[in-house]
C-alpha cells in the first residue's frame, strides 16, 4: 500500500464538494462515506461522518487531504477504506492524544505538516484499537462507480474502476479480496 497513484480514477480534492465529478473529486471523508456504503454527503467536519468513522482519524486525514498538493493527495487514497474503524471513547480518546503528540491540529495556526509524516501519524492511530471492516474491492468498486455515474457522461471507454483496482492491485479473479 505504497504507491496508489492511479488508482481508481477518482481524484481527492481539497475542501467539501457538492457532488463527486465524473473523476471522483471529493475529499478522502467524502470518498470514504461512498466507499463504505453510505449516500455521498459533502463533509466540512469531521463531526460530521457517519457514527462508525473515527473522528480523530477524519479530522487528521480530512487535515492531510486539505494541506496536500493534488499529486501528494493521491497517496491518501490507500486510507479510504480505512476510515470506519470507529471505537469506544477511551479508544478515540487515545487516537487523539497519540496525534495531539505528534501534530497539533488544535494550535490557532493550523501547522503545515508534509504528507510522508502525516502519513505516518495517520498509520499510527489506525494502529490503534478496532480497525475498519475488510470491505470487498467489488464492493468499493461498484459503490465509486455508482456515486461517479451520477454525474459522469453515458458509455465511458475508460476501464471500469473494478477492473482497473483489480489490475493495479494484481488481484486476479480466483483470489478472494483483501482490502
Given at each position: 500500500m505504497t504507491d496508489f497513484d492511479h488508482i481508481l480514477n477518482w481524484t481527492l480534492k481539497r475542501g467539501s464538494h457538492p457532488f463527486p465529478g465524473p473523476d471522483g473529486g471529493t475529499c478522502i471523508n467524502e470518498a470514504a462515506i461512498?466507499?463504505?456504503g453510505f449516500a455521498y454527503q459533502s463533509v466540512r467536519s469531521p463531526n460530521e461522518m457517519p457514527l462508525c468513522f473515527s473522528r480523530p482519524i477524519c479530522r487528521l486525514a480530512l487535515?492531510?487531504?486539505?494541506?496536500?498538493?493534488?499529486?501528494?493527495r493521491l497517496?491518501?487514497?490507500?486510507?479510504?477504506?480505512?476510515?470506519a474503524c470507529a471505537d469506544t471513547p477511551e479508544i478515540e480518546?487515545?487516537?487523539a492524544a497519540y496525534i495531539r503528540a505528534r501534530?497539533?491540529?488544535?494550535?490557532?495556526?493550523?501547522?503545515?505538516?508534509?504528507?510522508?509524516?502525516?502519513?505516518?501519524?495517520?498509520?499510527g492511530a489506525l494502529a490503534i484499537g478496532r480497525q475498519a471492516d475488510h470491505l470487498a474491492l467489488d464492493d468499493v468498486a461498484a459503490r465509486l462507480d455508482a456515486a461517479r455515474a451520477k454525474t459522469a457522461p453515458a458509455a465511458?471507454?475508460?476501464?471500469?474502476?473494478?477492473?482497473?483496482?483489480?489490475?493495479?492491485?494484481?488481484v486476479s479473479e480466483k483470489e478472494p479480496s483483501t482490502v
Open positions: 461512498v466507499a463504505c487535515h492531510l487531504n486539505d494541506e496536500a498538493s493534488d499529486a501528494e497517496r491518501l487514497i490507500p486510507f479510504v477504506t480505512r476510515l480518546e487515545e487516537r501534530i497539533d491540529l488544535d494550535s490557532f495556526y493550523m501547522p503545515h505538516v508534509a504528507v510522508t509524516d502525516g502519513i505516518r501519524v495517520l498509520e465511458s471507454k475508460r476501464a471500469s474502476v473494478s477492473q482497473k483496482l483489480k489490475a493495479w492491485l494484481a
